[in-house]
């Protein structure tokens, strides 16, 4: 009996989470659909999830029209450089945090996290004055030193949570064993956060892949990553949808395939500590 | 020794000079993504032939994040951009404030005086020239033949509003999925309040009086949204508060829009047969008047201008001068048809009886020739612009004002609800922005 009841609510379960999981991806597959159906297909009323007319012409034609290996090669080298250095700054921040934490380390936690709540916009122009004064417009390296210190809050926050997970005796044991501090963070700390770190890493590089403010107002031709790509196939007049959700397809696609294999990575990283 | 060394030097003398000559100037041009745009993309071969020493380098962005983007750099002087294409509402703003470069001196092969008088006089501040039209646009109807004469009614050429309210009440079909009339219901100053703004002009109400008061509270404005309100309600789609120039478009491609008020623009593609199942059927009228003089028809041009902080004035102009010449629109037809000519903007190309013959050239031409954004309403107002107020403030109070009135069209609020909303709204931003003392 307690069998059957059992089998009955893993199938509810399951039911659910597919339907979850299917409402939070309905998305993303309807705008992969389109990308294959002509214009006029696109907009069809009342809306077709399958046509008659697939093509492929969406796809060549955004590639003809832009050079996506560029706006590509932009965005990996601004996400991936970007979550590199936000780690290099934050592995020793969350370590100071978690282990030799102030009376105020509760309150700076709060103070970084509070950053991220202001609307972007709000500070638009006295940041771009500050690129265009330092040459950083429109420049790889101002893109990551631009998403880094957006997202270094939610990297040392994650990083601080998993530091506090550590047991300090392991890192007193390494420093009466004669560590210094840099062998302490390097050689213990690092390698046993190393599952937090990788989750870290991975959530990093999606946020930075998938911004699309600061990516597009400090960037014009040499630097602008794929969130201008796409935002230069949407306009207010015309049929473009097609267009539009195949260049999205396009952009999607490299960081959709990054997070299929890396998904045990990131749900392992994103539940630690979650059941203690 | 002293031989060879002078040849030397010589030679390297040469060489960098001849460096010097072919030395590429490169300009980024900022623009939106539409298909006249795209077109000129595509066309790049012939200006780079005429133009060896210039590179151009795009950058394509949606309507509203280019203005956001040019807006910054513009007012920061950054200078990212040196060609910019923006619209009939920034030029008189943007030139005002001393960030557009003049444009009376290009080459006299660009032919100044051959550019339409009503889209020239949008883009002139005290008598110089801002922008280059790439293309203009009014406003007219269009509609579908057949179903009029279905219905037994003919919409004149140059209707009344009571003409159309009975052409939409005739011809509406919804069973058959056939609606009488599609007019703009989507918030934004350059959605439903542009529609709302050239409405309003033809009943006789404006946005402001001589001080800078809204008008809201008139009976005009009444007039106007009770009339707007019951023409959708009554005869237009599912939803249209949700329907932009986008939504109506595609809602007429598809024949189901008996009438549509909306940019002339779109006659190209209602009259395609590969996008339109209903291309021979579409028959088109000047927007409609209440009698008294103005008719509901608005003017707008996307424009290149190049921006004072532009450090390449010189290849910027050469490159607006090709891309707005009577010789690009040659170029355009001889490669894609007269069909896909830029429209809107040049005396000669209403002049050539290849494209006269077009059948929405002639209702095309006489909408933006009846447009007056100098003297747009029938009473005396304080601004310039058609279908906006050109001030800086427009755009998000309009866009406000918008959302209201959408949600009057949807059934959220009154029409008397929404008109006094806009007015407090408006009163109080008109104040905070010190128009109203």
């Not at chain 2, 069973?175 to 009943?203: D, H, P, V």
């Amino acid at each position: 009996m307690a069998r059957a009841v059992s089998r009955r609510h893993k199938v509810v379960v399951t039911l659910a989470a597919w339907s979850v999981a299917l409402i939070i991806f309905f998305p993303v597959l309807w705008m992969i659909l389109t990308s294959f159906k002509t214009e006029t297909s696109a907009v069809a009323s009342p809306p077709q999830l399958f046509t008659a007319d697939w093509t492929l012409e969406n796809y060549a034609e955004v590639w003809a029209r832009s050079d996506y290996p560029r706006f590509f090669g932009n965005s990996v080298v601004i996400s991936v450089g970007s979550t590199l250095l936000g780690l290099a700054i934050a592995i020793p921040a969350a370590w100071a945090m978690a282990f030799v934490p102030g009376k105020r380390t509760k309150d700076l936690l709060m103070w970084m996290l509070s950053t991220k709540m202001m609307p972007a916009v709000a500070v638009m122009i006295p940041v771009y004055l500050i690129f265009l004064r330092t040459g950083l417009i429109d420049t790889r390296i101002g893109l990551v030193i631009a998403l880094m210190l957006m997202n270094l809050p939610i990297i040392i926050w994650m990083l601080y949570t998993y530091f506090k997970e550590i047991p300090a005796e392991i890192l007193e044991a390494a420093r009466m064993d004669g560590a210094g501090l840099w062998g302490e963070i390097v050689h213990v700390l690092t390698p046993m956060a190393l599952p937090g770190i990788a989750s870290t890493m991975l959530l990093n590089i999606i946020l930075a892949w998938n911004e699309a403010f600061w990516t597009i107002v400090l960037t014009t031709t040499n630097a602008a990553p794929l969130s201008a790509f796409i935002a230069s196939f949407s306009a207010p007049q015309g049929l473009f949808y097609a267009k539009l959700s195949a260049a999205s397809a396009m952009a999607i696609l490299p960081i959709l395939i990054l997070g299929w294999f890396s998904q045990k990575q990131l749900v392992r990283g994103l539940t630690f500590g979650a059941v203690k | 020794m002293t031989k060879t060394l002078r040849a030397l030097l010589g030679a390297t003398a040469l060489a960098a000079l001849a460096g010097a000559a072919i030395a590429e100037t490169t300009i980024t041009v900022a623009t939106v993504n539409n298909g006249d745009m795209v077109r000129m993309q595509g066309l790049m071969d012939d200006f780079y032939a005429k133009n060896p020493d210039i590179k151009v380098e795009w950058v394509t962005l949606e309507e509203n994040v280019l203005r956001q983007n040019v807006t910054t750099d513009i007012a920061t002087g950054g200078g990212q951009y040196d060609v910019i294409t923006i619209g009939t509402y920034e030029v008189p703003i943007w030139a005002k404030q001393g960030w557009l470069e003049g444009l009376n001196d290009l080459p006299a092969d660009y032919d100044i005086d051959d550019l339409l008088p009503a889209i020239r006089g949008g883009l002139t501040v005290d008598g110089t020239l801002y922008a280059s039209p790439f293309y203009g646009e009014s406003s007219f109807v269009n509609y579908r033949k057949d179903l009029a004469e279905k219905a037994g009614i003919t919409i004149p050429d140059a209707p009344s509003w009571d003409e159309i309210k009975a052409a939409a009440a005739a011809m509406t079909d919804t069973e058959a999925g056939i609606y009488g009339i599609c007019l703009r219901g989507k918030a934004g100053w350059g959605e439903n309040m542009a529609f709302l703004t050239t409405m309003a002009n033809s009943y006789g109400a404006r946005w402001f009086d001589e001080n800078w008061q809204p008008q809201f509270d008139s009976p005009e404005w009444k007039a106007v949204m009770t009339d707007y309100v019951e023409l959708l309600t009554k005869y237009g789609p599912p939803g249209a508060s949700n329907n932009g120039y986008n939504e109506n478009l595609t809602l007429s491609l598809q024949g189901k829009c008996a009438m549509r008020m909306d940019a002339t623009v779109s006659a190209g593609s209602l009259t395609d047969p590969a996008q339109s199942e209903f291309a021979d059927q579409v028959g088109f009228a000047l927007a409609p008047d209440a009698g008294l003089g103005k008719r509901a028809n608005w003017l707008w041009a996307w424009s290149l201008a190049i921006p004072a902080s532009s450090d390449a004035k010189e290849a910027s102009k050469a490159f607006v001068n090709w891309a707005t010449n009577k010789d690009y629109i040659a170029l355009v037809a001889s490669k894609e048809g007269w069909r896909n000519a830029p429209p809107g903007t040049r005396t000669s190309l209403y002049a050539n009886p290849e494209y006269a013959a077009l059948p929405f050239a002639k209702m095309t031409i006489d909408s933006i020739n009846a447009a007056d954004p100098t003297n747009p309403a029938t009473k005396p107002v304080p601004y310039v612009g058609v279908q906006f107020v050109a001030i800086p403030e427009f755009a998000g109070l309009a866009t406000s004002v918008g959302e209201i009135f959408s949600a009057a069209l949807a059934g959220q609020k009154t029409v008397d609800e929404a008109l006094a909303e806009a007015q407090a709204l408006s009163v109080e931003e008109m104040t905070a922005a010190g128009y109203i003392q």
